[in-house]
């Protein structure tokens, strides 16, 4: 059975725990951020032949869409009526 760096480290409490969970956590977010650069970089390039694309990449990338919906009491209601059904 494998058990994760995060629950080992809660688990135990050790410093070497702890210290390999945050390499672990540092690789990830290493490898997610050269991932992401390369999936735009890729986007990019391939949008490098119409500039109205690539400037609505580039704007996209700049402003990202709000992710947060507006909250209202209905939308709210809405909601809890969903789980208590």
């Known amino acids: ?35 992401k ?14 500039p109205r694309i690539l400037f609505s990449t580039v704007n996209k990338l700049l402003q990202p869409p709000d992710i947060n919906p507006p909250s209202s009491s209905d939308l709210c209601n809405s909601f809890l009526l969903a789980f208590n059904n």
């Open 1 to 35: 059975m494998r058990i994760g760096r995060e629950r080992l480290y809660t688990r135990t409490r050790l410093t070497v725990h702890a210290e390999a969970y945050k390499l672990h956590i540092s690789s990830y977010r290493d490898a997610l951020q050269a991932a």
């Open 37 to 50: 650069s390369a999936h735009f970089s890729t986007l990019i390039n391939s949008t490098n032949q119409n």
